[in-house]
């Protein structure tokens, strides 16, 4: 017997889903008719093969930008993507921000503590309201890691998580807030407004106002599996929930939008990473 992917073979041809591998007669979810009916039970391995993330490289002078987000106004977002910083901490690790040119816009980056951090306002330009969430342990560089959040801005609550690890809970600061995406400029990989653009690799990106994740004030495991699989790679994400936006795939695929917010224009120059996370 052996397994490659999610289902087990006889040498016979036919295919089985794993909990029927031990059941004879199991009910077959392939045949091939050239070969004949089984006559004994010996497993070989079923062509079948896990999902491999690509990856890119965003050398401090590219980003993803569009002018008018086509994303709901919303209480909660929801971000998930994996990251690999290549150096240490510096200004230029900005993963993404919304409308760049408020002093107080949506932002993620890691700061200088070497913790990821992700602050939420409510749109007006002040301090307050705001909601943050930042990581308790700190990024180590030259390693690939998974970032899983959801927020709730007008019930104060939220949960990150680092590479499957929950982190802190959140700071919240004034009264009950909306976040604002509609029709404002979205960044992926940098920040328009003063440049610091991400230094480092990034895969799966995944980012959805409007879509809760969160269960009380943890996101539950089966949720978790969407997006990161129990021994710490990367899932297909053909199988996240539906988005404003989605990147995903090599160099040449990763600036064109998977979802529903709109086109997005590449400055600079997209290479492929050395490395994928689901090494």
């Known amino acids: 017997m052996s397994q490659a992917g999610s289902c087990f073979a006889y040498t016979d041809g036919f295919i089985y889903p794993p909990d029927a ?88 980056f890691i700061n200088s503590g070497n913790r990821l951090s992700f602050t939420f306002f409510d749109g007006s330009g002040t301090n307050l309201p705001h909601l943050n969430l930042l990581s308790t342990d700190v990024i180590v560089s030259a390693v690939w890691h998974n970032a899983l959040l959801c927020v709730d801005t007008q019930g104060g609550v939220g949960a990150l998580y680092l590479d499957d690890v929950l982190q802190d809970a959140p700071t919240v600061e004034g009264a009950p807030f909306t976040m604002l995406y509609s029709t404002l400029e979205f960044v992926v990989g940098g920040d328009t407004f003063d440049g610091d653009g991400l230094v480092g690799d990034m895969a799966d990106f995944w980012w959805a106002p409007g879509t809760n994740l969160l269960t009380g004030s943890a996101i539950a495991e089966a949720d978790r599996r969407k997006f990161i699989s129990a021994d710490g790679k990367p899932v297909n994400p053909s199988g996240f929930p539906a988005s404003a936006v989605l990147f995903s795939g090599n160099a040449a695929a990763f600036g064109t939008n998977q979802g529903t917010g709109g086109t997005f224009t590449t400055t600079g120059t997209l290479t492929n990473a050395s490395t994928s996370p689901s090494d």
């Open 21 to 108: 591998m031990f059941n004879d007669p199991a009910t077959p979810v392939f045949i091939d008719p050239i070969i004949n009916p089984p006559d004994d039970f010996a497993y070989t391995k079923c062509v079948s093969s896990a999902y491999h993330a690509d990856a890119v490289h965003f050398d401090g002078s590219t980003w993803l930008d569009t002018a008018s987000a086509t994303a709901p106004d919303s209480r909660y977002v929801s971000i998930s993507f994996w990251f690999r910083i290549v150096s240490p901490y510096s200004t230029n690790w900005t993963f993404f921000v919304t409308d760049p040119n408020n002093a107080y816009d949506n932002d993620g």
